[in-house]
């Protein structure tokens, strides 16, 4: 199968590629980016595609059946859907969009032409994540009553100044780019429940001073001064849903010690933490006694098993979990929790 | 001065008593308690004052300037309201009441009257709290834009069955019982903030099989398995304020590992987390390098500057941080989070 | 209910007398033994009962209703079986005699009489090992195949030279001494199996040369040169029941490093590992992981739980899992080992 | 000297092939394997030598003098036989045989024709085992009177469902290719003593029912769920000897934690612990005091060890260690070993 990758930064490079050379089926045929020497890099780094700046001479090629988009946030929805619409079945890298109103657009055009529209929600793929699922579903932890989301670093403020911090190209900071996938696991571990209240707050205090901002490292940097700086660097919230009330609190960026990125789902039979992106720890009771455990089991590679899943979807037809359907339930509760933060009371859905 | 104290349990025993014989002004002159031995081994044990069962005694002699209300909740009110009518000045231990309406009713006693009613939100005269109280005053922290208070605990239900998970009597669990503390603290150091929305879950869930939970310790125990438990053992909520926007999250009982029992106060140019009931933290940034100190300082009893305050106040007529007055806005947010929990909606105060 | 110890060295001190004193029930009448101001030091401490010489003595006062024996291994029968005649319930201390053959006559005696007869066997009344017994009742670890208890120590040798090391006062050294223990939790735990072959060697290497033994420390010591060592130090052995197969290898000193005390369990489903005297590890896998942790519960005092339990039995006529019914097993596996060492053969048992 | 290798997959390729490379007289001529792929890889890795299918190519050319046999065990007989009798010398790889009776068939055609026929039991070419034995020839650890091979694994069955699962080709699991190590180094350190008892028990647990079998890594796996598994993952023993007495516990797959591999030699007058294909400490004492040390060597590779004497014995004509006649006792035992467990009780050898 002949697929593309439109966008060849480093979500592509440390994901999409290495997982397209992996599975025996996929062939790149074409490396994109609007940035001539990014492409060639590529060509020349993996040993096979063609190089091209437009990503229209991508979807003109009938050969293509599969595209990654793996551009800034902004772009996302022009790209997906022309793809769509160029018959392409497309994965395209989280958050769907900026805003709630440009992911269900795509959507649409998902539902209108009847390819496949995956997003990039990786830890639906990930083995300890689903291993959770597996705990929840057969009623080990009883009734999950609350999760807490915890994603607060000390000092992580992306490429200060540059696309991750700008609104008009982002859509949004901290909670769009970390909270997206911490609300994901959520949401797919309890069942993808419906949601009936949102209320947050998102602040934008460490980097508004751009000269102020003391950091050591910065990932995506180094920082453009002359930049912009209007997104969250830190958010919190309360949400709920039909099953389990969600409250998160994130930061790239907060006056706090070490980072602490976790997710505690507390159930009335037993509690799991899931140390993002690491192992988990279960703690319950048997017998009168307290139990504390973390489960051993072979973690493999989440990005291979996500692309591995959306060739093979693209032949079985099989629906996802990672399929635009359940993805847009994220996007609303991002945009509620906007919402709310600027009209600074709860906002009440369906 | 003669004082009272009226409820000989265990704060009484631990707190009240030995500061007003440590207080040179003070002299007890009655140990009053329905359980008479309570009370005659108060009088054995200290070599002081006489034993009383009916606290009308007390409130019938002139004599008697001060009383300390040291009771379960479910008699704050009227204790401290008669007390007040008979000319007592008084400290009543916290949470004031079980609902916001009947610390109302007390606030009303003390406005006719005039006469002293503190409560005892004891943080207010901890030296550690009043050093933050210091740091943020002082603008050392910058904007305080959100706070976060977490009092998590693995297993530390109190007394299962009894008057602590009985909501007649104590009105409510985590959130009452140990959250009014957090919350008073918040609101102390961060200069008792108007409070505009309120929105909050308090959950009943893992005492609510009183034989299934487990645990090894249990103060105020052993459990009494033909009790009662009808309150919160986990609760969540956040609140806006004219100040920053605070967050909570806490719990007698939760599947998780370790106990998690601080405050972060978040500010744009500095932060601090305080261990509970323990030192702080200091995160901040001087000339571009990042920061991170423990104040070294000395700490004294909180229980005795309370009554050395409350014996002082009498006689100088100062008004106390613990003054009803203030400590009813507490008492407000706590009757707004299980309001919320209630409705399931956010609730708009003022 | 008034009772007496007959025997007042270590085991009566650390355990029977105070475990009595605790017990609202029972009050101690009689302090006995051989040596006079033993027996008189006891009233002296405890500040009840009176010093007694002969156990006789006690035995003709009617008012005695229970005796604890607490002598050592080689006047067990006589002082039990003269109890139980004379009409006393008996908890005699492990070993319940030198050999299977006396055993059996104390076991007689208690038919004849009706009378209580329970041996020490404390790990029937221990937290942690009646707490394994329900995992393994319940089938937490499915099929229970295979035992090992391992209690071997690098030097431990007790009083070289004295009543323990001499074989006719004994009966034997780490396996009598010990390996009871161990025997007796592995059997407890499996359901007291039948036992269908023993195999075992005991050797008695070290000690032999008793000048030549070296150590630091010495329980039970000093050492008599001029004293008797013909005991085992260590011992192997194998036993085939209807239940598991039961490995055990112990050693009072062997030329090993650390001390390796404790009994696998072993499953098809999962095992457990209890480190003797402490907690225990539950080993096993769900969901295609594998688990392993220590379950947290509260340990009481067995030696307590057992004294209140005699107490409690000879007022309810209840059999406890300590009855010589029960016990009487485990006399007969550890004669089989010896006699299986002495022939260099298995023994095939009923 | 011309050689030849039959059967090239793992143990040929980590251990016999390098080690005739590094030999200076020994030049390998033939490569066989019945999968034709294998034998060529390892001509074109090597850049040496005839890639053969038919073993009885290699047989047939006079030149070759000493072929390895590296197949699987099944076939261990039938290709020694036809080497011997071809007029060949042969290093067969451990065990020599899937049973007692195989193993005495190749003895008496070794003893027919009088080429040399060692078994791979490379401990024997141990530098680590060899100053071991040392220390017992010497009499430093006294008599040694027990010696305890402990060979066990938390998960580590392999190939699950494949040829080391599978009774008819492996002739057992755990004892017969674990097991015969430990067996082997206690059998040659202590002098290769004549065999009285032996009684075991051999369990089938852990992976019989394969699907339910959890595990992180498995070597020479992936398992093949529609194959076989008949054979002991676990193994428990007791061996009496004209020397010590051995006692055993080996297991593929245990819920037990750690691996525990190691041999204790226990001495009146000193211990050693080998840990397996490491180290060893030796506790002893000396003028009353304890010690304990790790003697400190240099450890040569012991399959380089075993080729060259091997190649050496068939210029020489000097006996190995390693000789069928002495390897014949450890096939006996592991016989009586599986033949006591099918018949549950202790066999008596000669």
Known sequence: MKVAVIGCGTIANAAHIPSYMNNPEAEIKYFCDIIPERAQAAVEKYGCGTAVVDYHDVLADPEVEAVSV??????????SIDALRAGKNVLCEKPAARTYKEALEMQKVQHE?????????????????????????????GDIYHVHASFRAHRSIPGLGGAFTTKAIAGGGALIDWGVHYLDIVMYCCGDPKVKTVTGEAFCELGKDMKGYAYTDMWAGPPKYDGTYDVDDSVVGMIRTEGPVISLHGAWAQNIGENECYIDFMGDKGGIRLQYGK???????????LTEYKPVFKMRDHFQNEIDAFIDCIKTGKKLPSHIDTVIITAQMMQAIYDSSEQHKEITLG
């Open 70 to 79: 793996c551009t800034p946030n902004n772009v996302h929805p022009t790209i």
């Open 113 to 141: 032409t009847g390819k496949v529209l995956n997003i990039g929600v990786v830890n639906r793929f990930n083995d300890s994540v689903n291993l959770i699922k597996k705990y929840i579903d057969d009623g080990k932890l």
């Open 279 to 289: 192992d988990f720890t279960v703690y319950s009771s048997e017998y009168g006694a």
